[in-house]
């Protein structure tokens, strides 16, 4: 079918302009691989660690590590950076692995979607799963998002733990009655006496020409919704504990993840860990200027970043994550140390994630700016098919840099 | 099951009375349904999980639902399970296996697929239930809703309620198939078309569909035919678009009430003494229990902020406190029988 041989050409083709091999560590290696999508997935057990906590910490950058890396080196668990342990993955192995983990913790979890069952879903994050845990609980559906949207809503008021996955976000729109009039509503109407503890997961974002249609930046549209609650993935590292907690939670959560980032490869641990839904994640910690962004744009400004450290700036770089609530903790400490801030999207201008985050700090930290809030977003247009009109509509590391330049003078 | 009928026809006419003497802010009758509401009702099991439209409180009355509580959702008191977050007859218990109504059309024709593909993978001995109108059945979800509960093999009863009206449309400006009950033949679900305003046919219709359902894993659509005596709801006047003739002829010669109440009279279960003791001490009970849920308080105002996530997020924590800070400044613009706790 048209959209699986896209997928398909997605994973053989992405060794383009993306490949970011700056980091020297032997732990953290953030590579695009022209992997194609039938490659063999390295699932490693996860050891028993952490099993009760909900709560595992991710994310703090240990400074004394940075001085001699452009940009700075990640080290989410300090004792795996001691040893090598860990198994290295792609983003989409990540999720997958994430998901199995607790399909086989909780017989609650099921997963719904087009095409997930022994197609294995069309980006392989489902591959293994209907053979694993049966047809009923990784249940291919007919067409009509709305419908098994809705389906996933019912399960999950009468006790199941459903994961839906969109075979696009943009298709969700299609189930946007269903994620908007019940999955976020009905916990509240019904005074608490149902809970919807479902998973709305799929790719979104701009990918390589895959038209407009298939570019739909959905958490603009879904940030507005009472009731959900929405995170963005951008490392495996943070995909497999941001796939866990979103299971876990009693909320109706929208995971969303990329589709240039399905091939992303990472070293993660071995034990199992969860990570917050609410918390940002530091990249680099810095004192000039905060950048605050999420999925894809990350590593263009992890990229910008290391023209920008040549410069001699120091960025702050905060990957915010949690899209629904923002950890205004993590961005406001942030703030109040640099006093400058430049957001860095891929949503449209209008009404997207920066918007509303500029209007969040404009609220809660007007006193420390010292500069208007930049904000660098797509432009308010379709994405183009063609491809060089379609990198036009995407915030590219020039820009990145040029924008600092005159934040920070 | 008689009783239970006449109870939600006194309820309905007295609650209907009471939101046009502005006690009640909006209501909506089941008036010529009630055989659907409680035959229907009495044929399934407590276990059977119930996804409904709006006209369908019978269900829940029968479940066990007690007027006091009827009356507390219609005032959005303190008392009410919803917490006061929704519209009169938006019921929904727990507890009686009934969700919470949310309106908008065919919603929850999927949510009960949904709910019958639990029970199938916990193999329970229950089945899914929803109800929809004539209406509900151009709506895209019935569709899809219909075609999974086929493909899945889902214990799914998929009521209709075919009661000629969709708001001001007919059904001959709804659809041009033969009814509702061809649409399940198309989807290869097995259908049945009863009398709806007969309560002892749809007893039997809904209790062998349910045993099917249940047993051979499969969904059953029943669509049941009747007459929506009532205004679509209080914010509505049918005779604008159809004859007083017409409603005047269903709600008398054709009453579902009267008919069972005639069947059981003339089998001596029944009499004249016994209905107008029912009635009188059904509206005694009625305006006690409004009374009763009118005098109760509303809500705090932190049950605007409650419930939205299962724990409270700072940014709504803020929220709550503005809004604290405001009604607390300005009490005299805000009503003043909502406590601000």
């Given at each position: 079918?048209?959209?699986?041989?896209?997928?398909?050409?997605?994973?053989?083709?992405?060794?383009?302009?993306?490949?970011?091999?700056?980091l020297s560590s032997p732990r953290q290696q953030l590579a695009f691989s022209a992997k194609s999508c039938s490659r063999a997935c390295i699932t490693v057990r996860a050891a028993d660690g952490n099993s009760g906590s909900m709560r595992a910490p991710p994310s703090t950058v240990r400074a004394?590590?940075?001085?001699?890396?452009?940009?700075?080196?990640?080290?989410?668990?300090?004792?795996?950076?001691?040893?090598?342990?860990?198994?290295?993955?792609?983003?989409?192995?990540?999720?997958?692995?994430?998901?199995?983990?607790?399909?086989?913790?909780?017989?609650?979890?099921?997963?719904?979607?087009?095409?997930?069952?022994?197609?294995?879903?069309?980006?392989k994050v489902t591959k293994g799963l209907a053979e694993k845990f049966g047809d009923l609980r990784v249940l291919d559906t007919p067409i009509a998002e709305n419908s098994f949207t809705g389906m996933a809503v019912g399960a999950a008021m009468t006790g199941l733990r459903p994961i839906v996955e969109g075979m696009n976000m943009g298709f969700l729109l299609l189930a946007y009655n269903q994620i908007s009039n019940n999955c976020g509503m009905l916990h509240y109407t019904s005074g608490g006496q149902f809970t919807i503890p479902v998973v709305i997961r799929g790719p979104g974002g701009v990918g390589r020409q895959l038209g407009a249609e298939h570019s739909q930046r959905l958490e603009s549209y879904f940030q507005s919704v009472p009731g959900l609650q929405m995170v963005a993935c951008s490392t495996?590292?943070?995909?497999?504990?941001?796939?866990?907690?979103?299971?876990?939670?009693?909320?109706?959560?929208?995971?969303?993840?990329?589709?240039?980032?399905?091939?992303?490869?990472?070293?993660?641990?071995d034990e199992e860990y969860v990570c917050c839904l609410e918390r940002a994640e530091l990249v680099r910690p810095g004192k000039d200027v905060t950048i605050l962004t999420y999925s894809r744009m990350r590593h263009h400004v992890l990229q910008a970043a290391k023209s920008l450290i040549n410069k001699g700036y120091d960025p702050e770089i905060i990957d915010i994550i949690s899209l629904k609530p923002f950890d205004l903790h993590t961005i406001g400490n942030s703030i109040k140390k640099t006093h400058k801030v430049l957001i860095v999207e891929e949503c449209m201008r209008t009404g997207g994630i920066g918007a509303s985050l500029r209007a969040s700090i404009m609220d809660n930290f007007w006193d420390y700016l010292d500069a208007p809030i930049m904000c660098l977003s797509s432009q308010d247009v379709p994405t183009p098919y063609a491809g060089t009109l379609e990198e036009a509509t995407v915030v590219q590391p020039p820009q990145i840099v040029k924008a600092i330049k005159q934040l920070c003078g | 099951?008689?009783?239970?009928?006449?109870?939600?026809?006194?309820?309905?006419?007295?609650?209907?009375?009471?939101?046009?003497?502005?006690?009640?802010?909006?209501?909506?009758?089941?008036?010529?349904?009630?055989?659907?509401?409680?035959?229907?009702?009495?044929?399934?099991?407590?276990?059977?999980?119930?996804?409904?439209?709006?006209?369908?409180?019978?269900?829940?009355?029968?479940?066990?639902?007690?007027?006091?509580?009827?009356?507390?959702?219609?005032?959005?008191?303190?008392?009410d399970l919803g917490k006061g977050r929704q519209m009169p007859v938006h019921y929904g218990s727990n507890e009686l296996n009934y969700l919470t109504v949310s309106s908008p059309i065919a919603t929850?024709?999927?949510?009960?697929?949904?709910?019958?593909?639990?029970?199938?993978?916990?193999?329970?001995?229950?089945?899914?239930?929803?109800?929809?109108?004539?209406g509900g059945t151009s709506e895209g979800d019935f569709h899809a809703g219909m075609n999974f509960a086929a493909v899945l093999g889902a214990p799914v009863l998929f009521i209709c309620r075919n009661n000629g009206w969709a708001i001001s449309t007919p059904t001959s400006e709804q659809f041009r198939s033969d009814g509702v009950a061809i649409k399940g033949q198309a989807y290869g679900v097995r259908s049945i078309r009863v009398d709806g305003?007969?309560?002892?046919?749809?007893?039997?219709?809904?209790?062998?569909?349910?045993?099917?359902?249940?047993?051979?894993?499969?969904?059953?659509?029943?669509?049941?035919?009747?007459?929506?005596?009532?205004?679509?709801?209080?914010?509505?006047?049918?005779?604008?678009?159809?004859?007083?003739?017409?409603?005047?002829?269903?709600?008398?010669?054709?009453?579902?009430?009267?008919?069972?109440?005639?069947?059981?009279?003339?089998?001596?279960?029944?009499?004249?003494?016994?209905?107008?003791?029912?009635?009188q001490d059904l509206r005694t009970q009625m305006m006690s229990v409004l009374h009763n849920a009118e005098s109760k308080k509303k809500p705090g105002l932190s049950n605007l902020f409650e419930d939205v996530y299962d724990v409270i997020p700072q940014n709504l924590k803020e929220q709550e406190q503005e809004t604290q800070a405001i009604v607390g400044k300005y009490p005299k613009d805000y009503p003043s029988d909502v406590p601000l706790d």
């Open positions: 079918m048209g959209l699986s041989s896209i997928a398909y050409d997605l994973g053989s083709g992405l060794n383009g302009p993306m490949s970011i091999s700056h004394s590590k940075l001085v001699t890396n452009a940009v700075a080196v990640k080290s989410e668990t300090a004792s795996i950076a001691a040893t090598k342990s860990g198994h290295e993955l792609l983003l989409f192995e990540a999720l997958r692995e994430g998901l199995e983990e607790e399909m086989e913790r909780d017989p609650r979890v099921c997963v719904l979607g087009e095409d997930v069952g022994h197609y294995g879903g069309s980006y495996p590292y943070n995909a497999k504990g941001l796939m866990k907690a979103a299971i876990r939670s009693e909320n109706p959560v929208i995971l969303c993840e990329h589709v240039l980032l399905y091939n992303l490869k990472e070293r993660i641990p | 099951m008689y009783r239970k009928m006449v109870t939600l026809q006194v309820m309905d006419t007295i609650f209907y009375d009471a939101q046009r003497q502005g006690r009640i802010s909006f209501y909506v009758t089941t008036i010529g349904e009630e055989a659907i509401n409680i035959g229907s009702a009495a044929a399934l099991n407590a276990t059977d999980v119930v996804f409904s439209q709006y006209r369908e409180p019978g269900v829940l009355m029968w479940r066990g639902f007690t007027l006091q509580q009827f009356a507390n959702q219609c005032y959005g008191n303190e008392y929850q024709v999927p949510q009960a697929v949904g709910a019958a593909y639990g029970l199938k993978m916990d193999k329970k001995d229950a089945c899914a239930v929803t109800y929809f109108g004539d305003n007969d309560a002892l046919a749809v007893y039997f219709a809904v209790k062998n569909a349910r045993k099917m359902a249940v047993e051979e894993f499969r969904p059953i659509l029943i669509e049941a035919l009747t007459y929506r005596v009532g205004h679509h709801s209080t914010s509505d006047d049918s005779s604008k678009y159809r004859s007083v003739d017409e409603i005047e002829y269903w709600r008398t010669r054709r009453d579902p009430v009267a008919r069972l109440r005639m069947f059981l009279q003339s089998n001596r279960w029944w009499d004249d003494e016994n209905e107008d003791l029912l009635r």
